[in-house]
T-cell receptor
Framework: DAKTTQPPSMDCAEGRAANLPCNHS???????VYWYRQIHSQGPQYIIH???NNETNEMASLIITEDRKSSTLILPHATLRDTAVYYC??????????FGAGTRLTVKP | KAGVTQTPRYLIKTRGQQVTLSCSPI?????VSWYQQTPGQGLQFLFE???????NKGNFPGRFSGRQFSNSRSEMNVSTLELGDSALYLC?????????????FGDGTRLSIL
C-alpha cells in the first residue's frame, strides 16, 4: 500500500483558508486519496476523496497534482470547530484504509 | 439517515474475560469494517465483513474475531482480554466496500481492561 506523509501539526487563523498537504509519491493508478478528520473522542469523519481530478463538496476542496504524487485539502474558511486531526489516506479498491499519524490542525481566533 | 451506531459506548473488563461489541451500519450499507485505535499505534484495521463473510483481515491475533448478520449488523469479539487491548474500537460502514465508496465511522466503543 502507498504510504502518506503529512506534517504533524499546523495552525490556521479563524476565517482564513486552511491548506493541508499530503505526499503520496508511491500511489498507484487505481488508488484513491481520502481525507478524514477526527475530533477528540469521536470517530473519524469523512471529508472528501478523489482519484485524479480535483473535487469539491460542501466541506472542502481536494487538489490532486497531475502526477498524483501529492494532494492538498483546502478548508476555505476555517472555524474553531475545524480544529481536529486530519488524516490523508491512500486506499486501494476493495482494501482497508491505513491511517497514518495525521496532521493536528489548530484554528486560532 | 441514521449514522453508524456502536454499543456500548464504554466498557470495563478485567484480564482474561471476553467481550462482544456491536455495530449497526447505515441503512443499505453492506460492508462493515472494524478498527482499533490506541495512542501508541494509532488507527489499525482489524477486519472487514461483506454479505456475512470476512473479506479482509488485518494483522491481529486470533483472539479478535467478528461476524456479520443477514441484516448487515456486525459484532466483534475479543477473548482472553489483555491489558494491551484497552482501546477505542471503531466500526465503519460503506455501501459495498469498494475503493470509491467512503467508509462512515461510528463514535466507537471505549474498552478499558483492568
Amino acid at each position: 500500500d502507498a504510504k502518506t506523509t503529512q506534517p504533524p501539526s499546523m495552525d490556521c487563523a479563524e476565517g482564513r483558508a486552511a491548506n493541508l498537504p499530503c505526499n503520496h509519491s508511491t500511489i498507484s493508478g487505481n488508488e484513491y486519496v481520502y481525507w478524514y478528520r477526527q475530533i477528540h473522542s469521536q470517530g473519524p469523519q469523512y471529508i472528501i476523496h478523489g482519484l485524479k481530478n480535483n473535487e469539491t463538496n460542501e466541506m472542502a476542496s481536494l487538489i490532486i497534482t497531475e502526477d498524483r504524487k501529492s494532494s492538498t485539502l483546502i478548508l476555505p474558511h476555517a472555524t474553531l470547530r475545524d480544529t481536529a486531526v486530519y488524516y490523508c489516506i491512500v486506499r486501494r479498491i476493495n482494501n482497508d484504509m491505513r491511517f497514518g499519524a495525521g496532521t493536528r490542525l489548530t484554528v486560532k481566533p | 439517515k441514521a449514522g453508524v451506531t456502536q454499543t456500548p459506548r464504554y466498557l470495563i473488563k478485567t484480564r482474561g474475560q471476553q467481550v462482544t461489541l456491536s455495530c449497526s451500519p447505515i441503512s443499505g450499507h453492506r460492508s462493515v469494517s472494524w478498527y482499533q485505535q490506541t495512542p501508541g499505534q494509532g488507527l489499525q484495521f482489524l477486519f472487514e465483513y461483506f454479505s456475512e463473510t470476512q473479506r479482509n483481515k488485518g494483522n491481529f491475533p486470533g483472539r479478535f474475531s467478528g461476524r456479520q448478520f443477514s441484516n448487515s449488523r456486525s459484532e466483534m469479539n475479543v477473548s482472553t482480554l489483555e491489558l494491551g487491548d484497552s482501546a477505542l474500537y471503531l466500526c465503519a460502514s460503506s455501501l459495498d466496500g469498494g475503493g470509491n465508496q467512503p467508509q462512515h465511522f461510528g463514535d466507537g466503543t471505549r474498552l478499558s481492561i483492568l
